[in-house]
């Protein structure tokens, strides 16, 4: 009978997901995540992104900017580019978390175990910024797209038929016009909210005995990890997003490069207007990236994704 346990235990592991099987839960867990947070902070991006293209107009904070949007265009102007933010944030979180989480294997399987753990912060940054790179081509199309929807109001109606104008005035190369500024935004975004999620909840966790932890427990700590790590990533990259806002919302003139568009945009913005929008972009980033570590933190233990 003592065989029972120990067979039973080789059927589970045996059970366990691996390889691609294992990675795909990561991603589907990370694309949920990403979409579901994102998507849920499209009023809050809205106005965000007014007072970075208009700030002289928006200029009563993110409570009376709201104010405005709904007294000049209507509630339903809040809801503006939910489709492509869905839609982007869904194959951007695949990738991120997916990415992620595969360049950690990589990098351990490199490094040793005992090494990478003495590393492990090279290892988060390195992989973080591996998994962004991939991650934003597959954002920025649809990240061109909300912007253009969200700075020209009736500019197209939702996502469908944004994405078709833009490709058939502007062609493809439009949707990545941003490309530069979104990976200047992304990776170092990235990097900082996954060191600093990775790091706050190591200092919790060591305090505690994992593995006596309720669930609702390990959601907290993901939580709060996720807030104070949304925070540190929103502060880092608040430059290039509001450049991102910018360069998106105009074609750039005939002949004109994509650098010295991003040169010129940073000369009119100068230091203070590249932090337009800051305190909007805080609650929005630190209130989406708890959400969203805490949504993949219980995803993927429900599908059982656990390396």
Same mark, same amino acid.
């Given at each position: 009978?003592?065989?029972?346990?120990?067979?039973?235990?080789?059927?589970?592991?045996?059970?366990?997901?691996?390889?691609?099987?294992?990675?795909?839960?990561?991603?589907?867990?990370?694309?949920?995540?990403?979409?579901?947070?994102?998507?849920?902070?499209?009023?809050?991006?809205?106005?965000?992104?007014?007072?970075?293209?208009?700030?002289?107009?928006?200029?009563?904070?993110?409570?009376?900017?709201?104010?405005?949007?709904?007294?000049?265009?209507?509630?339903?102007?809040?809801?503006?580019? =939910?489709?492509?933010?869905?839609?982007?944030?869904?194959?951007?979180?695949?990738?991120?978390?997916?990415?992620?989480?595969?360049?950690?294997?990589?990098?351990?399987?490199?490094?040793?175990?005992?090494?990478?753990?003495?590393?492990?912060?090279?290892?988060?940054?390195?992989?973080?910024?591996?998994?962004?790179?991939?991650?934003?081509?597959?954002?920025?199309?649809l990240e061109a797209t909300r912007i253009?929807?969200?700075?020209?109001?009736?500019?197209?109606?939702?996502?469908?038929?944004?994405?078709?104008?833009?490709?058939?005035?502007?062609?493809?190369?439009? =949707?990545?016009?941003?490309?530069?500024?979104?990976? =200047?935004?992304?990776?170092?975004?990235?990097?900082?909210?996954?060191?600093?999620?990775?790091?706050?909840?190591?200092?919790?966790?060591?305090?505690?005995?994992?593995?006596?932890?309720?669930?609702?427990?390990?959601?907290?700590?993901?939580?709060?990890?996720?807030?104070?790590?949304? =925070?540190?990533?929103?502060?880092?990259?608040?430059?290039?997003?509001?450049?991102?806002?910018?360069?998106?919302?105009?074609?750039?003139?005939?002949?004109?490069?994509?650098?010295?568009?991003?040169?010129?945009?940073?000369?009119?913005?100068?230091?203070?207007?590249?932090?337009?929008?800051?305190?909007?972009?805080?609650?929005?980033?630190?209130?989406?990236?708890?959400?969203?570590?805490?949504?993949?933190?219980?995803?993927?233990?429900?599908?059982?994704?656990t390396k």
């Amino acid at each position: 009978m003592a065989a029972a346990p120990a067979a039973m235990a080789q059927h589970t592991e045996l059970k366990k997901p691996r390889g691609l099987d294992l990675y795909t839960r990561f991603a589907l867990a990370g694309a949920l995540g990403c979409s579901i947070t994102h998507g849920a902070f499209t009023p809050v991006d809205v106005v965000k992104t007014r007072i970075q293209l208009d700030p002289a107009t928006y200029n009563r904070g993110m409570i009376g900017s709201f104010r405005q949007v709904i007294q000049n265009e209507g509630i339903g102007a809040l809801a503006t580019g =939910f489709g492509p933010t869905f839609a982007g944030y869904f194959m951007q979180g695949a990738f991120k978390f997916g990415g992620y989480e595969f360049f950690q294997k990589k990098s351990i399987d490199i490094l040793g175990p005992e090494k990478a753990h003495q590393n492990r912060t090279a290892v988060y940054v390195v992989s973080a910024g591996c998994a962004e790179f991939f991650a934003s081509i597959a954002l920025c199309p649809l990240e061109a797209t909300r912007i253009r929807l969200v700075s020209t109001p009736g500019f197209a109606n939702g996502l469908i038929g944004g994405f078709g104008k833009i490709l058939k005035n502007e062609g493809i190369g439009a =949707f990545y016009s941003g490309f530069g500024p979104i990976l =200047f935004k992304q990776v170092p975004y990235t990097i900082t909210k996954f060191v600093a999620f990775e790091k706050v909840s190591e200092a919790i966790l060591s305090q505690f005995d994992k593995s006596k932890l309720s669930n609702g427990a390990q959601t907290a700590v993901n939580l709060g990890s996720g807030l104070i790590g949304g =925070f540190a990533a929103a502060i880092v990259s608040q430059p290039a997003d509001t450049m991102l806002s910018k360069i998106n919302k105009t074609k750039g003139l005939p002949g004109e490069s994509t650098v010295s568009r991003l040169i010129k945009i940073a000369g009119e913005l100068g230091f203070r207007g590249s932090f337009a929008g800051l305190p909007t972009r805080l609650f929005m980033v630190g209130g989406l990236t708890a959400g969203q570590f805490a949504i993949y933190g219980d995803i993927k233990k429900a599908l059982g994704a656990t390396k």
